[in-house]
């Protein structure tokens, strides 16, 4: 499985929230593009970044940041945060962001969804944000009752490349992954996952690998590697 190291910004800046919260920010690092050469001099293939100024606020703040850290390295980009008309997923693609990942929007307004991933196949995946077990839009600020798995069957006849599930009640506490929550998205959704939330010791990621999915493609690493609870490059040689 990919072992995906996380960047989110807010202001220009490298952050970490606690439960998506906005507010709860601790700053990491000033240069996002430094952070992101760091991972990559790690061996990670792939970086996962966030505009959480986007997220907020519904449309990006940070692409400056973002085009940056995709021109410093050649480890693949992914962007999510405020992603909500054409436009926007164009620009990103120019500038050579591998996967945009669509939150809000995918939820709702399934016309846009349609229309992306019939123009650039392969490069669309959804955040999938759960809150109490329930989906979580708006920069995690409001959840809709929806049957998750009819949803994931949706996504994957649209043409959604793949889906990333965060756990929001265990992102950025350093608590462990909810295995349980983990299980229980694979078994309703028939799309490729990466999963974060939670994640605080190489045993998480033991427990993520034991699952054995063959869905199971990927997880996201925030505030363990910031924090050093976790070695980027010896976890890339030991689960990757």
């Avoid at 945009?100 to 349609?114: C, K, N, P, Q, Y």
């Avoid at 010791?201 to 690998?209: F, H, R, V």
Wanted: net charge negative; charged share 25%; proline share 3%.
């Amino acid at each position: 499985m990919f072992i995906i190291p996380a960047i989110d910004l807010k202001n220009g800046n490298c952050v970490r929230l606690l439960k998506g919260e906005e507010g709860t920010e601790t700053v990491f690092s000033t240069s996002p593009s430094d952070t992101a050469k760091k991972w990559e001099q790690c061996g990670a293939e792939w970086i996962h970044v966030v505009d959480l100024d986007g997220a907020f606020r519904g449309n990006p703040r940070n692409f400056e940041a973002v085009e940056a850290i995709v021109r410093s390295v050649s480890s693949n980009v992914q962007v999510g945060g405020g992603i909500r008309n054409i436009a926007t997923v164009e620009k990103y693609l120019e500038v050579g962001i591998e996967r945009v990942i669509i939150g809000t929007s995918a939820f709702t307004d399934r016309a846009f969804l349609e229309d992306i991933c019939g123009r650039f196949p392969g490069k669309i995946a959804v955040g999938v944000d759960t809150k109490g077990g329930k989906i979580a839009l708006r920069g995690w600020k409001e959840t809709i009752d929806t049957s998750i798995a009819q949803t994931m069957l949706e996504f994957r006849d649209i043409g959604v490349s793949l889906v990333i599930h965060t756990n929001v009640d265990r992102d950025g506490t350093m608590e462990g992954i909810d295995t349980a929550s983990v299980k229980g998205f694979l078994s309703m959704c028939p799309l490729p996952v990466i999963v974060s939330g939670g994640i605080a010791s190489p045993s998480d990621l033991s427990e993520i690998e034991s699952i054995g999915d063959d869905n199971l493609l990927g997880a996201i690493l925030g505030k363990s590697l910031y924090s050093g609870s976790i070695d980027l490059e010896n976890s890339i040689r030991r689960f990757q």
